[in-house]
Structures are given as C-alpha cells and as structure tokens.
C-alpha cells in the first residue's frame, strides 16, 4: 500500500463531515414529524383520504 | 441551489423506490457542470454518506444487519476506496480523471441499464432491491446456485457464519468487499447498486440482510471516503447539503410509493434511463473533447431530464393508483 494517503486528524474535515452527519439525523428527524404532521393532509388534497401512505 | 435541491428530490424519489440509483446520477451531472473531477466525486460520496445515515436509521429498527459480515466489509471496502481515490488523483495529475470517470460511467451504467432492462423485460424482477423479497423470512430465502458453487468451492480458512444459516470463506466477502470499493473510490458511489448484488450471488446472504448490511456499510465507506475527499477539498457543503435536504423528502415519497405501486412495472423505465444517462454522459464527453457547449448542455438535460421523468411516473403513478384505489372503496353514491 505504499504511497497511499493515510487519513490523518484534520479538525476542519472532521467538522465538515460532522455537519452532514448532523444535516442527515435533522433532516431524518424533522421530516418523519413533518410527515406525521401534514401527511393526513396532504394525502387528503392528492387523493381525497388517507389512504395509509407514508405510513 | 435550487437546482441541487430540485435534483436531489429526484434522485431521493428513485433511491427511496428502487433502493438504489442515488449518488451515480449526482457525480455525472456535476461533472457535466463543470465541477473538478475530485469535487464532483467527492461531493458524490457526501451526499452518498448523508443518504446513507438517513436510510439506515430507518432500517435499524428492522434488524436487517448483521455486522459480523459488515465489519469485514468495511475493513475490505476501507482499502479498495484508499486505492481508487488514489486513483482519481494519480489520473487528475495526468489530466486523464474527466474523461476515465466519465468512461468508466458510460461502460457501468451502460451495463447496469442493460441489465435491469433485461430482466424488468423478462419480468422476474431484477435488479434494485426487491421490496417483497426484503419482507420475506430469512428461512424461506433461496441462496442463488452460483453463492452455493462459491461457498462449496472457496473453503480458505476462516469461515464465518452469517445470519441466515450462510457459511463463507472470509476471504471471499473481503475480495467482495474491495472489489466493490475501488469502485466506490473511483466513482465516487456508495457502491449499493454493486455491492447489493454481490453480496447476494457471490457470497449467498438473503436479500434483506445484504439490504441492511449495504446500508450499515454505506454510512462507514461514505464517512471514510468523503472525510479523504474533505482533505483534499473535494467536498463541497454548498453542493451537499441542499442536495441532501432535497433527497431526504424524495426519499420518503418514494419509499411510500413502493407501498401502492409495483415496482417491477417501473423498473423497465429505470433501465432506460441508465442507458439514457450512460449516453448522456458520453455525449457530454464528445461535446467537452470538441469543445462544444451546445453537446455537453444535451448531454446534461438527457441525465437529468431522464432522472426527472422517470421519479415523475412513479410519483403520478402512484397518485392514480391511490385515487383509483379510493374510487373502488367508495363506489358511485351520487
């Protein structure tokens, strides 16, 4: 494996990446209440009832 | 930024309907936009990650991993992704990395297309994740004839067991395993689409574990890989993250979807457009080497735009069943 880049400790990169690791879990989280909250709703405006999607 | 949210959804709505097909859409059209071949691979693997994370959260609830094959992966995985990101690099230095990305797409996606069509036209469903394979019991899973000729024929010590009564050789899921991160490396893919498919013919795991374990994985080899890109500044927040807020609602419209529409009967458009955007990126490449811009903007509107009408069809399809369902429950009363 010589001359391969070994990944060393760069705090920049690892905020970088951590950032998207937390965008992930927000955006997981957020949308599952966002669902659970407008879903019924919206399914209701498409289809005209809940029809169990996004269930 | 709107774009790369809008595009986003898209990609979100196919990988959350056929579980796979997210992060070799992403890489393409950025290159296509003229992004640095590190950077459009680099910002691939990102979204890659991000996707991944939120994709396993919702599978960690329905113990499809089994993270004794997932530890060995990651280990052969973590290896393959180092020599393929050298590798961009290596060829970046050489002024070659554009356009051996680029061909490398062309001869993967082509093949992949090729192959889903093909047995979306047989109709046994290939390819993509099987939704009702993925809700069957382990014990009923059927290991395929060439995983039985490979467990029986490589018998190298150490063997392990792995969920589902399966007994491989490790170095098997190791060759697997970097195979499929080289791959990853390279193109800047999470590798699901081949690695899902190695995991089930070359070492005979049954589909839903191969689907957890893939996506276990994915959150390993992705943080690995864009942490790597992230050094070298590939990684690009401003590309990323609205890409991510954009797949993250796609994802979930499409993962509903595959609770009212078959699967099996959009497959067909899916293959097309892998063949569509393995042309796309070909004629991307032929308009950069002429240096004409009215060739890479078609090739850039053919990826996109076949992405666009494929997640389109599964969305409207899916509104029409369910209202078509609706009109059966409640019959004419007017």
């Known amino acids: 494996m010589a001359g391969l880049a070994v990944p060393t400790w760069d705090p920049q990169t690892a905020l970088l990446i951590g950032a998207i690791l937390f965008e992930a879990i927000v955006l997981y989280v957020g949308y599952g209440g966002l669902e659970r909250l407008v879903g019924p709703r919206l399914m209701e405006l498409l289809v005209g009832g809940d029809s169990g999607v996004g269930q | ?334």
């Open chain 2, 1 to 334: 930024m709107a774009l790369f949210v809008g595009f986003g959804l898209v990609v979100g709505i196919l990988f959350g309907f056929f579980g796979m097909g997210g992060s070799f859409l992403v890489t393409p059209a950025l290159l296509m936009l003229g992004y640095d071949a590190s950077v459009a691979v680099g910002s691939g693997m990102a979204f890659v990650f991000g996707t991944a994370v939120i994709a396993t959260l919702k599978h960690h609830d329905l113990g499809q991993v089994d993270y004794k094959l997932g530890a060995i992966m990651i280990a052969g995985t973590t290896i393959g992704i180092e020599v393929g990101r050298a590798s961009v690099y290596y060829l970046e230095a050489l002024g070659l990395a554009g356009g051996v990305i680029s061909v490398a797409y062309v001869v993967l996606l082509g093949g992949i297309g090729a192959m889903v069509t093909r047995e979306a036209m047989k109709g046994d469903g290939g390819g993509g994740v099987d939704h009702e394979a993925a809700d069957t019991d382990l014990s009923e899973y059927e290991i395929p004839e060439i995983a039985k000729t490979i467990q029986e024929t490589v018998r190298i010590p150490p063997m392990v067991t792995l969920r589902g009564d399966v007994r491989v050789s490790a170095w098997v899921i190791t060759a697997v395993a970097f195979s499929t991160g080289l791959l990853s490396g390279f193109l800047g893919v999470g590798g699901g689409f081949i690695r899902m498919p190695a995991m089930i013919y070359a070492i005979g795991v049954p589909v839903p574990v191969a689907v957890g374990t893939d996506l276990f994985e994915i959150v390993f080899s992705g943080g690995i890989g864009s942490y790597l890109y992230g050094q070298g500044g590939g990684v690009d927040l401003a590309i990323v993250a609205p890409l991510l807020f954009g797949s993250a609602l796609g994802a979930r419209i499409g993962s509903a979807a595959t609770a009212v529409v078959d699967s099996d009967g959009i497959k067909i458009y899916f293959g097309g457009m892998l063949l569509a955007g393995a042309v796309a990126v070909g004629i991307g490449e032929v308009g950069s080497y002429l240096g004409n811009g009215l060739l890479e903007t078609v090739g850039l509107v053919l990826v996109i735009g076949a992405a666009v009408v494929v997640a389109g069809a599964i969305v409207y399809t899916t509104v029409a069943s369910l209202r078509a369902t609706r009109r059966r429950r409640t019959p004419a009363a007017d």
